[in-house]
């Protein structure tokens, strides 16, 4: 049973910082991407950040390149989100996701987490 669990969402100001996780087990992650995408209320879901299967390439949406970092610890089954100078826009359930059919950018996700909710307030 493949499972992605989301954590370290809340509820935090505009110009602050939080760091996503999310924990996979089931199997090893090392040989995909992982990324992550966010929904907005009332909006579409979105791609956020991809990044290759050792960690050497990542790609960021325009919305939050400058601002976010993706990150992955193999050795943990763990991704990582580092969210800086959050704004209200920000404001989403973020998802966590892996793309068995990918080592480079998540393209077509196979796994999601169960999402986390991230609030900035203005």
């Known amino acids: 049973q493949v499972q992605l669990v989301e954590s370290g969402g809340g509820l935090v100001q505009a110009g602050g910082s939080l760091r996503v996780s999310c924990a996979a087990s089931?199997?090893?992650?090392?040989?995909?991407?992982m990324g992550w995408f966010r929904q907005a209320p009332g909006k579409e879901r979105e791609f956020v950040a991809s990044i290759s299967s050792r960690g050497g390439t990542t790609y960021y949406a325009d919305s939050v390149k400058g601002r976010f970092t993706i990150s992955r610890d193999n050795t943990k089954n763990t991704v990582y989100l580092q969210m800086n100078s959050l704004k209200p826009e920000d404001t989403a359930v973020y998802y966590c996701?892996?793309?068995?059919?990918?080592?480079?950018?998540?393209?077509?996700?196979?796994?999601w987490g169960q999402g986390t909710q991230v609030t900035v307030s203005s």
């Open positions: 089931g199997r090893t992650f090392s040989s995909y991407a």
């Open positions: 996701t892996v793309d068995k059919g990918s080592r480079l950018v998540v393209v077509d996700p196979d796994y």
